[in-house]
T-cell receptor, first 115, second 118 residues
């Protein structure tokens, strides 16, 4: 069985400050890892993902995440946040060996960017 | 990129009635569709997985007679909440997966449906 833990339910930060949203996972098999962003009353948008290869993955809007197998983590970072980054962020894991496509989500982290 | 359209975006229904939610893949063939449920301020929980032309596989604790899932074509899956009650009020989101570039796990989600049962 797999599980995902997002250690922070809310992260307040000032605009232009750096931010890190933490995600740890548990799995006995290889994994695919994802970060999604959700704006109020909307669906999920894929921010970035790790399937294989380079452990550092980046999104087009400045976010990056690093897969750390030894620490079973996939923390999301951004060096300078904008007001528009305020949203709910979900970390998710999928079984990389069977590739069923089923996602297990973390509890979510609310990023609140203040002016 | 691949697009998944979910309809309606919001629905309010009376207790005891049934509601149908549609999930369509607009530019690829969705061999598999996933239905998730999200309670306010909570995470998404997988309800069921449906493969085109076969019965859906429900997660533990999800009532298959209450949440009817049909995946009759490669572009459409429906979730019907039967005899809805206020506790069924939630945000329902579908995800679709196909072949080729659409086979990438977790890439394509619908916009979600906010169901309110009064």
């Amino acid at each position: 069985a797999q599980s995902v833990t997002q250690l922070d339910s809310q992260v307040p930060v000032f605009e232009e400050a750096p931010v890190e949203l933490r995600c740890n996972y548990s799995s006995s098999v290889s994994v695919y890892l994802f970060w999604y962003v959700q704006y109020p009353n909307q669906g999920l948008q894929l921010l970035l993902k790790y399937l294989s290869g380079s452990t550092l993955v980046e999104s087009i809007n400045g976010f990056e995440a690093e897969f750390n197998k030894s620490q079973t983590s996939f923390h999301l970072r951004k060096p300078s946040v904008h007001i528009s980054d305020t949203a709910e962020y979900f970390c998710a894991v999928s079984d990389g060996s069977s590739n069923t496509g089923k996602l297990i989500f973390g509890q979510g982290t609310t990023l609140q960017v203040k002016p | 990129g691949a697009v998944v359209s979910q309809h309606p975006s919001r629905v309010i229904c009376k207790s005891g009635t049934s509601v149908k939610i549609e999930c369509r893949s607009l530019d690829f063939q969705a061999t598999t569709m996933f239905w998730y449920r999200q309670f306010p301020k909570q995470s998404l929980m997988l309800m069921a997985t449906s493969n085109e032309g076969s019965k859906a596989t429900y997660e533990q604790g999800v009532e298959k007679d209450k949440f009817l899932i049909n995946h009759a074509s490669l572009t459409l899956s429906t979730l019907t909440v039967t005899s809805a009650h206020p506790e069924d009020s939630s945000f329902y989101i579908c995800s679709a997966r196909g072949t080729g570039r659409a086979s990438k796990t977790g890439a394509f989600f619908g916009q979600g449906t906010r169901l309110t049962v009064v």
